[in-house]
C-alpha cells in the first residue's frame, strides 16, 4: 500500500512537471537593446540617403511618420507614396544622428528616443517610439521637428502666420 501510494504520488509529480507551462523569463539587457536601437536608427537614416526602400521596412506596419508640416502625418503606406519621388531619383534625405538619447518602458518591450539630425535643413530633432517584435525593434512612430533657436521664434512665428493667412485667403478664393 505505501509503495502504491509512493508511485501515486510520483506519477503524479511526473505529470505535473511535464505539463507545467514554461515560464523562462529572459533577462532584459537595456546595453545590448541600445546598441541594437542605434544600429537601427543609424541604418535606417543610411537607407534614406542611398534611396533604399527597405527604409520603409524598418517602421512596424501600422507605424506612423510625422514630417516637420503640420499637414504631414502618415501611415506607412502613405509616407512610401508620398517619398516616392525622392527614392526614385536615387537619394531622398541625408540626416546624420550627432546625439541620441534612448529609454525603455519597464518590460522592455518598447523604447522611446530622441535624436539631433544633421540635415540640409540644418539642425532637426527625430523623436520616436519603438516596438520589440518577433526578436527585432520596430519604428511605431517618427516625428520629425525643427529646431527655432529661441531669439529666432518671433520671425519665425510671423512666417508661420503669414503662410497660414496666405493659405486661407487662397482656399477663400477658391470657394
Known sequence: MILRTF????????????????TKKI?????VAADSINTLLDNWHLLAAKADTNYFNK?????VYL???????????DFKTWAAPYFERGNAWDFKATE???EFGAQGKYAWFDE?????????????VLFYNNGKWEIKQYNLSLMVPNPAIHEVMD?????????????EEKQ
Open 100 to 102: 541620441r538619447h534612448i
Open 27 to 31: 533577462a532584459f539587457d537595456k546595453e
Open 116 to 128: 539631433l539630425l544633421e540635415t540640409w535643413m540644418g539642425t532637426c530633432r527625430g523623436s520616436g
Open 67 to 77: 514630417g516637420t508640416d503640420a499637414s504631414e502625418r502618415w501611415a506607412v503606406s
Open 159 to 171: 512666417v508661420i502666420a503669414t503662410q497660414q493667412d496666405s493659405t486661407a485667403a487662397t482656399s
Open 59 to 63: 517602421m512596424a506596419a501600422d507605424g
Open 7 to 22: 508511485i501515486v504520488l510520483l506519477l503524479g509529480v511526473a505529470v505535473m512537471q511535464c505539463t507545467e507551462p514554461v
